[in-house]
């Protein structure tokens, strides 16, 4: 077969967002114009409604204002501008990403903020934290002590990917702490072209899926060096080719690329045919910024810091601002970094005299939020605004640190779930760190809650092994990644959904598409589907036939039922998503149509009990065999796959509630019946 578990990464096919969105390259040769911050953030600047002042409370424009010092020093200091820029050596065009325009531009925020009174700027995608690296003096004391007291705590803490999220040279044991090594047989390093670790503050991102750098002055690295290198001011600043993808480094090769162009024509076989994740180096995908296009150009302040976190003891912002540029001291004075306790439980803890200081939680990172104005006038969300939110996505798949979006999507959430309910906030990886694949530690499952559904699967014939997540929560997609019918379900997918409910529909697709309006016209965007009731779903193909590269459930579960992974029988390989409804009516069908006799036989046969002369110990037969039947009947109902779960022990189920009520039939046909004049 053409297409084995490698062809999971046409993965990042993002790749192919297909040229769809050319780069608008500006060659080098021509110096910067004057660069200044986005008008959203400049209208903020100008007329800012702050409480910090008054109330010494930091809100959103507070925040925003807060910023304004940072990007002065930027625009007079970053090589980008007072090097390349005045050269004319910078190919691509910068685009200045603010707090304002993150805050008050992404997640469709604007918008929202028209349905406020007085159509007050509101946020939508992002929550704040406690306090910002811009903050002075910062009363951070470090993940160490507080591991003094918490050991336990903090040892879980300490293997898991959070404690790894921001990591200095030297602190990368899976490339021998050489940053510039070659990995999974690609030309490409964690570090991009004339990017050297003496230049950079810290890496982002773990071998999982994907490396990023800040760089020296606390900017996103959205850009690489060609012909020279960034510490000597040499050759071209270049916008993307900037950000390390094990996808296209192991699975979407070149000859993956051609394999998969044989089958597909019009997809890429040249790197230049990517549109914007195009780069010059197979592994070295463009994100942020577009190849040779949009330069962006983000501070840590305005974007990183929210989720990458990193804290220093700088006393003042003399010191602070004496230092930026100088990464070995900006290394020196770092307090703590990555997730680390203080993010959720503030700035010293309970140290500071709050015995239960949580000043901020899992929503802060993963709650990521596009509010669709088309979704305020459906039934669901009449009087509740928050109902027209969606979880964000990026091109056409949930963006990262959506979990908590799709959980608020669902009806698991209405129910009072949250994060912490399953996850435990310390040891969220309990596998290795460095490995390719998520593991997270649970503290409770599924069946913790669905005891039911336990026991139907631990009586499954092929799926008794099979962890629920494997089929409610798999790696998904959008249905861009289907064929042009939704119905070849498609390999880009890294992260698991958290909508739980499986829609069995032949028609359905987690994801849709529609038009999203931007300044230059319309592209065409996802968002996560719902169904009647409001609730985000998981599709039938996508449960039953995905072919996902991060999804360890396919890994080990053969291939699943995808035509393009499956190392199962040719029958239980399905091709597209109506060959999986029909089997699922397969299995569902004499189900229901027994429980459809049950259910109505019992009523019946009780008003039956009501009019007929039994013995005593007959009477008392009869009824346990109906009371049998019944707890089986409620069984099949609560449990609600149909015989999904577990087709041929539902069907024995189904057959003897049959038999107890056959038995109870009997014992009442043998007894008299009361005259209704004699009552």
Known sequence: MLFNSSFTAAAIAAAATLAATGAFAQEGGTPLPPPKVNAITQKVLDNPDLTEPTKGIRTLQDYIVQEKEMWEFLFQNHPIFATYGKDGRVVGTPAISTRGSEYLGEGNAQKY???QPGNRPMASQYRLG????????NKFVGPEKCGECHAIQYERWKRSRHAQTVRFPGEHPEVDNDLKKKLYGSDASILPDGITPDVIYATIGTPRTKYGYIDGWLVRGSYHVRDGLLKDGTGKVVAGGNQFSRGWAEWLTPERAKQIHAVIPDFPVELKDFGPSASHQWGMTSYGSTYEGKLLF??????????????????????????LGNPKELQKHTISKGISCEECHGEGGHLVGNTNNMSTNCDRCHQRL????DEVNRPDAQGKLERAFNAKTKSSCPSCGTEGAQLFMSKHYEKGMRCVTCHDPHEVTSNDWKSGVTRPAIRQNCQDCHTVQ??????????????CIACHMPNVASANDYSDDQNAAGPKALRRIHTYKINVDPKAASMVQGDIKIKN?????????????????VDLMWSCARNTPA??????GKGCHNQATSKLDEGLVYQDQKEVYGETLKWQKPIKEGYKEVAGAIPRLRKLLEVTKLAPADQTEARLLLDKADDIAAMIKKDGSWGVHAQNYLLDRVQTAQAYLAKAQAIIDNGGYVKAAAK
């Open 454 to 467: 336990a026991e139907m699967v631990a009586n499954a014939d092929t799926h008794s092994k099979v962890d």
């Open 113 to 115: 903020s028209s349905h």
């Open 298 to 323: 983000q501070s840590a302040t305005s974007y990183c810091e929210v989720c990458h976190a990193f804290k220093f003891d700088f006393k003042d912002k003399k010191e602070f601002f004496a230092a």
């Open 370 to 373: 596009n509010f669709i104005e």
């Open 551 to 556: 999804d360890y459930t396919v890994v080990e």
């Open 521 to 537: 016209g319309t592209v065409k965007g996802y968002v996560l589907a719902k169904d009647e009731d409001g609730h985000g779903f």
């Open 130 to 137: 406690q306090r910002s690296i811009l903050d002075f003096p």
